[in-house]
């Protein structure tokens, strides 16, 4: 599956939509075989562009970094870098994080355009990392693309029903928006803020899930029902480090145990979707920046 969502990736570039805000997918090429999922979302106003990239969407080494850079609409060309993570999954360690530096060519900024272009990574001290080449286009593009391919695979006589059933590109390409933690992986929240609120709630169907939570080995939430009814929780981080860990207690109608949480902070909102089985846990450690 992960290799057929880098494929799928790096077979459909794309960037975004809106007046001003724009989103855009593809992939990070490092050779000829290599490809690393990637997305840019970002705001441009007077040719200065400020927003967010996210690297390994879906992955283990899931990382959200704060992006800031230039667009030229007269010459087609943008440029940014990233420059502070938000989250990773990766273990945490600032001297280990590659930074996208990216000079390249952006046709237009109206959703029919792409960006190609060379990239250098830097570590922080400003050592050269991995480089190579990015490729993103339109990301309404990529699903009008993906409608296409779900009604072709739907008329094809010679794929069977049970196969068809099984196969939904649209959904597919929307679950890349979304972040899975799973079991035995820990998320990395980096914040600047004195408190953040941690929200917990079933964004889906009830199903009587059941959940532990720990903050710094001490339970806050025990047997609890997740209900579409948001769980709040004010969390001080008044030292480098805190650590939740949620446990699933049961699997409810529905298969696994799925807890939408939300972190947010004075710059972030945060989301993230559990996907457990009975007695498996995941880890949220909250790192004041």
């Given at each position: 599956m992960r290799n057929f969502l880098c494929f799928l990736c790096s077979m459909m570039y794309f960037f975004s939509y809106g007046q001003d805000t724009s989103e855009f997918m593809g992939a990070i090429k490092l050779n000829d075989t290599s490809f690393i999922s990637y997305s840019l979302h970002f705001t441009e106003k007077e040719g200065v562009i400020d927003g967010y990239s996210i690297t390994d969407l879906g992955g283990p080494h899931e990382t959200k970094s704060m992006i800031s850079g230039f667009f030229n609409d007269k010459e087609n060309r943008i440029s940014f870098r990233e420059q502070g993570i938000v989250y990773t999954k990766s273990e945490v360690s600032s001297d280990d994080f590659c930074f996208v530096n990216f000079k390249g060519s952006l046709k237009k900024l109206n959703g029919k355009g792409e960006i190609k272009g060379d990239f250098k990574g830097l570590y922080s001290d400003g050592q050269e990392c991995i480089s190579g080449e990015i490729l993103m286009a339109d990301m309404q593009k990529i699903q009008k693309k993906a409608k296409k391919l779900d009604k072709k695979i739907d008329r094809n006589i010679f794929v069977k029903k049970e196969v068809k059933e099984k196969i939904n590109v649209v959904k597919l390409v929307?679950?890349?928006?979304?972040?899975?933690?799973?079991?035995?992986?820990?998320?990395?929240?980096?914040?600047?803020?004195?408190?953040?609120?941690?929200?917990l709630y079933d964004a889906g169907q009830e199903d009587g899930d059941k959940i532990n939570l720990k903050i710094d080995s001490k339970v806050v939430l025990r047997n609890y029902v997740v209900t579409k009814h948001k769980k709040k929780i004010e969390i001080v981080l008044d030292k480098p480090e805190t650590v939740l860990e949620l446990e699933a207690l049961n699997i409810g109608k529905v298969?696994?145990?799925?807890?939408f949480l939300e972190i947010e902070d004075s710059s972030n909102n945060y989301k993230a979707l559990t996907n457990l089985k009975i007695r498996e846990k995941a880890s949220i450690v909250l790192l004041k920046r």
């Open positions: 929307d679950s890349l928006k979304t972040t899975f933690i799973s079991k035995d992986e820990t998320l990395n929240f980096f914040s600047k803020d004195k408190k953040i609120t941690i929200v298969s696994p145990n799925t807890v």
